[in-house]
């Protein structure tokens, strides 16, 4: 891996282990902190196989893959590193995509406010934007790239609106998040 992106990731790794150790053992600290991790390890692992952005749509011979990949996936075989990047990097982008719904709740971010004397739910942004003072636009439009893969039946077929780059960018957003609101998360749960 090249030095920057590797020193990056490594920071980040560093960053999180002493969120482990210093923050207080919680179910809600543990296991969200458990999907950041694995969001570290799809962006480490999809970098290390070669994961190369994609803004367009895949080539037309990638479908017929598919159907060998489903064979070599049950059996355990080898798979193709891009394909095998591209899931990495999937995984990678929706862990980061569920920290940016936990993390405000975590952070006590109301989940529902009045309008015109109906109760309404929040959405992740308005949540977002109550608990962080700092922007945050690589982390959202991780989330809506998410999203897109959740809701949209082509998914990002036509091409990805996140690159390696903005993912690694909205790490670091979220991983600045969270260090600014350590004591907060401290206090609200303590032992």
Known sequence: ?????????????RSLHNLFVELPDHPAITDTFDYVLGALY??????????????????????????NYALEVSKGGPLDSVWNAGFHFNSGIQRLAAAFDRLPQMLGAKMKK?????????????????????????????????????HDPEGRAAGRTVRMNDALLAFGEMTQLILDKKAVLARRYQP
């Open 1 to 13: 891996m090249p030095k920057n992106i590797t020193a990056q990731l490594d920071e980040y790794g």
């Open 42 to 67: 799809g962006l480490v692992q999809a970098y290390k196989l070669g994961f190369k952005d994609r803004s367009t749509h895949c080539v037309p011979v990638y479908r017929p893959h598919l159907a």
């Open 114 to 150: 009045q309008i015109r004397g109906r109760t309404r739910s929040t959405t992740a942004k308005e949540r977002m934007a109550e608990v962080n003072l700092n922007p945050c636009p690589h982390w959202e439009t991780v989330y809506k790239e998410v999203n897109a893969f959740k």
